[in-house]
């Protein structure tokens, strides 16, 4: 890869690179480029799309029904503890 590009790079994004750090760059950026371009060689037509690397196990917990009145003490507790309460809805500060 050219240094020319990595220091355009670098000064769009407000950085600054040294001789040597521009030059150990473009040669890693280089190895990357080349890697993708033999990944493209490959004939992934016939594979399924996945929408996950680790699909064969499902990791979740069980979805098991919680006993009704434990969980209505939680949110009282929780609710007992916030700072402001509108109703039954924590206030809390306009992020925007």
């Known amino acids: 890869m050219d240094t020319r590009e990595l220091y355009t790079t670098a000064s769009l994004a407000q950085l600054s690179l ?6 150990k760059l473009s040669r890693e950026v280089s190895r990357m ?3 993708f371009a033999r990944m493209r060689e490959i004939d992934v037509d016939s594979l399924e ?5 680790f699909s064969k196990v499902n990791r979740l917990r069980k979805d098991v029904k919680e006993n009704g009145e ?3 003490h939680m949110a009282d507790s929780l609710l ?17």
């Open 70 to 72: 434990r969980l209505s």
């Open 33 to 35: 480029l080349d890697y």
């Open 18 to 23: 040294t001789e040597t750090e521009a030059e």
């Open 80 to 96: 007992d503890n916030a700072p402001e309460l509108e109703d039954r809805f924590i206030v809390i500060p306009n992020v925007l």
């Open 49 to 53: 799309p996945t929408t996950h690397t």
